[in-house]
């Protein structure tokens, strides 16, 4: 039987009790615009990102920090400036 979590679910399956894949963090940070995520709200490359969107008169979307299965749920992909070890399988 497999293992549940404090959620009362099997615990590979909980989006917040599920370890990370290897290479990656459990929490990350996203913005609306952006599609994908960062290890940190301070990242290089979402700085610079935001400051692009300001140029192009763009709106602009503050980092939020989600679990990292909702943001690979959303589709976005890993911040290579971030996690430019990552390999995904």
């Known amino acids: 039987m497999s293992e549940r979590c404090m959620h009362d ?4 399956q909980c989006v917040d009790c599920a370890p990370a894949p290897e290479g990656l963090v459990k929490h ?3 913005t609306a615009g952006g599609s994908v ?3 940190s709200s301070g990242c ?5 990102g935001q400051h692009y969107a300001l140029r192009l008169g763009m ?4 980092p939020r920090r989600v ?23």
Not at 44 to 48: F, H, P, Q, S, Y
Not at 59 to 62: D, G, Q, R, T
């Open 67 to 89: 679990v990292l299965a909702e943001a690979r749920g959303e589709g976005r992909g890993a911040c290579a400036y971030c996690f430019w070890d990552y390999q995904p399988a």
């Open 9 to 12: 679910m099997v615990v590979e």
């Open 37 to 39: 995520f960062h290890r």
């Open 28 to 30: 990350v940070f996203v």
């Open 59 to 62: 709106e602009n979307h503050p």
């Open 44 to 48: 290089k490359a979402l700085r610079e």
